[in-house]
């Protein structure tokens, strides 16, 4: 991921507020199915609605670190074809933070392998997620930005 210094442009903003922009379209135009949602986002345990999630969201913003993201970076937009790695469905690409395309890239990880989407129940595979990009992770962003790719 790229770093965008502040005298660089980027056509295509997809930054918390324009992403929460979105969610809430997309709550109002009633395009949310919480039948496609994480187990554990709505119900008993979880939120009431996506407006309640929405404004949960609103509530706990944090500080962006925008970088030039893929947007939907999922397993079924990369393709690796010997030595070489493309991306695809770029649709959402622009200026967003970092942890739009690290959250559903390690929800990805958990889909696959089949391990706890919870962000506090550790694994050597979510381990080596973050080993490999080398860095400590953010947990609570992370869980951010899986529960906000939900309204989306």
């Known amino acids: 991921m790229r770093y965008l210094d502040n005298d660089q442009l980027c056509p295509f903003d997809y930054s918390l507020e324009t992403k929460l922009q979105e969610a ?22 979880g939120y009431k609605d996506p407006l309640d999630l929405y404004m949960w969201l609103k509530d706990h913003q944090s500080e962006e670190d925008i970088v030039v993201s893929h947007g939907d970076f999922t397993f079924e937009n990369i393709i690796v074809n010997h030595d070489m790695l493309g991306f695809i469905d770029v649709g959402k690409a622009g200026k967003a933070d970092r942890y739009q395309d690290i959250a559903l890239a390690y929800r990805g990880i958990c889909y696959r392998y089949n391990l706890e989407l919870n962000v506090l129940k550790r694994h050597p595979l979510k381990n080596l997620f973050f080993n490999l990009l080398d860095i400590q992770p953010d947990y609570e962003k992370l869980n951010y930005y899986i529960l906000l790719d939900e309204l989306s």
């Open 24 to 45: 809430y379209q997309n709550i109002l135009n009633d395009d949310i199915d919480v039948s496609q949602a994480n187990d554990e986002t709505y119900g008993e345990f």
